[in-house]
């Protein structure tokens, strides 16, 4: 990998691990149940920084031959904490957003779906349509649940949500919604988690979103 792109196949599909952004993080987040002296004289034997961890944002880009998926959108221009860098990215590899056809969410953390539109409220992939877990859908869709959560997490299921509802294709648990592509639900790390299991020609590969 070049530090921003990474090229790799699944049987015929053609893959793209796409960086959006990096972030320092304590050496602390890593683990949380090894002493602190013993990870960092395992992480400096192996040549990694004993002090911190350096955490990469990526998006993966699947080219079927006859659609191009994106799984998330990143963290978009102007997230508190990142500013995502996934759209020069991509246009590096000759792709604009508009060839973007087809977008997995794996759930809706915002440096997984603020890449969903632009500073202006637009939709930035103006011709994709979006496949979620139904239980994600479910979940934000309800004003009962978004009435319990702060401003700063409700505003997935009162802004965005409401912006793509009419491209998006809420999906049972293990449907194949593109030949090659099947939803497994994860829930644990956000409510509605979903992974991806992607196959092509015999080979897999599962994408965990966190």
């Known amino acids: 990998m070049n530090g921003e792109r990474y ?16 972030e320092p993080s304590p050496l602390t987040d890593l683990a949380m149940d090894v002493p602190e002296e013993q990870l960092a004289q395992a992480l400096a034997e192996r040549g990694f920084s004993s002090t911190e961890l350096i955490v990469a944002f990526n998006c993966l880009f699947i080219h079927t031959g006859e659609h191009r998926v994106l799984v998330d959108t990143g963290c978009g221009r102007g997230m508190d904490r990142l500013d995502g860098k996934l759209l020069q990215n991509l246009q590096a590899e000759g792709l604009a957003p508009q060839d973007i056809d087809r977008i997995f969410l794996t ?10 539109m632009d500073t202006e409220g637009r939709l930035v992939f103006s011709n994709a349509r979006y496949i979620m877990w139904k239980g994600m859908w479910d979940f934000w869709s309800s004003e009962t649940i978004l009435a319990q959560l702060p401003e700063a997490l409700a505003s997935f299921g009162r802004k965005t949500l409401p912006a793509i509802k009419d491209r998006t294709e809420p999906v049972e648990p293990e449907t194949e919604f593109l030949p090659g592509f099947r939803i497994i639900p994860t829930p644990g790390h956000r409510p509605g988690h979903a992974s991806l299991i992607i196959s092509s020609a015999g080979e897999h590969l599962v994408h965990l979103g966190d």
């Open 107 to 116: 759930h809706a953390d915002g440096d997984h779906v603020s890449g969903l």
């Open 7 to 22: 090229h790799f196949k699944v049987g015929t599909f053609q893959c793209i691990a796409v960086n959006d952004a990096v």
